[in-house]
């Protein structure tokens, strides 16, 4: 088992409407967990972090979190051709003892017009 | 304003030739990282330093090698013993919390070919 593992897509959504993107992670001790967006050619860029169970709301993002599944999403309400890009999940997995984030693969959206 | 510069944006390397990419940082970070990414696939750790005069391999290392002199800056050598250096690098930082919840940010990268 991968230790971050994501669907790598293509994930394709229309303009408008919700788009959930899934997480899932091996360490059940895991605490600290971060969205990436990273558009194609260009570096990753944080969108998100979340700590507890429950949801965070950012704007149109919202971040969930659920420790006894090991899962994390992200949910991007009223998708925009701007939101087309790859997503990475990152956990701060305890299991090593540092300060290192591991990343999942990324999920490509593709938010139709 | 504060951020990470990378450079060069583009680099290429000749058959043979050790180069080495920059990484700057004005966060007063005092964790900074090095990844590989190649095309549509996810980030790759090379070597990462917690603190100034140390640092690790990560799960990539072999071909490349890192000093760490001082807080601001880790650059990253690439090495001939890199047989196949084509790809996206990635520096980042963070801060220190020892408790792993501090998230890193990017530079902007370097793309690295071979002539």
């Known amino acids: 088992q991968k230790e971050v593992e994501q669907n790598s897509g293509p994930l394709s959504v229309p303009e408008g409407a919700i788009a959930s993107l899934n997480c899932t992670y091996s360490d059940r001790g895991s605490q600290s967990f971060f969205w990436y967006r990273q558009y194609s050619g260009k570096s990753p860029e944080l969108i998100m972090s979340?700590?507890?169970?429950g949801d965070k709301e950012d704007g149109r993002f919202t971040a969930q979190l659920n420790k006894a599944s090991q899962y994390v999403s992200l949910l991007i309400r009223d998708s925009q051709p701007s939101d087309s890009a790859t997503y990475l999940c990152a956990a701060h997995l305890t299991n090593f003892g540092n300060e290192k984030l591991t990343f999942g693969t990324g999920t490509r959206l593709t938010i139709i017009p | 304003d504060g951020g990470i510069t990378q450079s060069p944006k583009y680099l290429f390397r000749k058959e043979g030739q050790n180069v080495t990419l920059s990484c700057e940082q004005n966060?007063?970070?005092?964790?900074m990282y090095w990844y590989r990414q190649d095309p549509g696939q996810g980030l790759r750790l090379i070597y990462y330093s917690q603190i100034v005069n140390d640092f690790q391999k990560g799960d990539i290392a072999e071909g490349y090698s890192v000093s760490r002199e001082k807080k601001e800056s880790f650059p990253l050598t690439v090495t001939s013993a890199q047989k196949n250096p084509t790809a996206f690098y990635l520096c980042a930082s963070s801060r220190n919390s020892g408790t792993g919840d501090q998230p890193q940010h990017f530079g902007d990268g370097t793309r690295l070919s071979i002539l």
């Open positions: 979340i700590y507890s169970n």
């Open positions: 966060l007063n970070h005092d964790a």
